[in-house]
């Protein structure tokens, strides 16, 4: 049985995003009901985490977020209602990576932003191969989810302007190494492939580093 917080949170912001923006977010329909799943998605702001999250549930999906978001007493209260887990960036966590493995396990959903930082403008920026450790790990598939809008979230709330808030879901894959050892450059590879996926469902004006990487044909993913 869920926390009683955690289901009221949910209900708030889910209330509260269809209020504060429009949200062209059909596709979420799309999330595979059961079964371990790595949801790669870009970071642009913080309005998208609790809306993605919220209009997920009842799945259970655990996201990864810096230590240093526990610094502040109310997204510390939150984030553990939410059971995320902490990730000390620049060094290797391993305590997050087993955490990240276990909730894979048990088969739900664990949330990735590779970028590891948010982008100011909504364009992608290169992302960092952590979650190819965890995909090739644990083998669960990797779902990509793109959005777009959130950047302009904060000019339009201090106007009283509502935001459009579009999200995209994409074709669930595996990382597959194809008897290749996996170095430094090809986990590099693996996740440009990767965050080409989330390109791909983009506009292009939002592709960033990615904008040649949509259109190319992956070497190591698998579709389903």
């Excluded at 050892?181 to 080409?196: A, C, K, L, Y």
């Excluded at 989330?198 to 990487?213: I, K, Q, S, T």
Aim: with cysteine.
């Amino acid at each position: 049985m869920k926390n009683p917080f955690h289901t009221a949170t949910c209900w708030l912001v889910r209330t509260g995003t269809n209020v504060i923006c429009r949200i062209d977010g059909q596709s979420l329909a799309n999330v595979p009901s059961r079964g371990p799943l790595i949801v790669v998605s870009n970071h642009i702001g913080s309005i998208e985490v609790p809306l993605i999250y919220a209009h997920l549930q009842p799945r259970r999906m655990i996201g990864l977020a810096k230590v240093e978001t526990w610094d502040n007493p109310f997204m510390g209260w939150l984030f553990d209602l939410w059971e995320a887990i902490p990730v000390r960036r620049g060094e290797a966590d391993l305590d997050a990576v087993r955490r990240c493995l276990e909730v894979l396990a048990v088969g739900d959903i664990l949330a990735v932003a590779p970028e590891g930082t948010r982008s100011r403008d909504g364009r992608l920026l290169r992302a960092q191969a952590g979650v190819v450790t965890l995909a090739l790990r644990s083998e669960a598939p990797i779902l990509p989810i793109a959005h777009w809008g959130a950047e302009r979230f904060g000019t339009n709330l201090r106007r009283l302007a509502r935001t459009d808030f579009h999200v995209r879901v994409g074709r669930p894959f595996s990382l597959r190494t194809n008897g290749v050892q996996v170095t430094r450059e090809v986990r590099q590879q693996m996740v440009d492939e990767v965050m080409g996926q989330v390109a791909a469902l983009m506009p292009e004006a939002y592709r960033g580093e990615y904008a040649g990487w949509a259109l190319q044909p992956p070497r190591y993913l698998e579709f389903q």
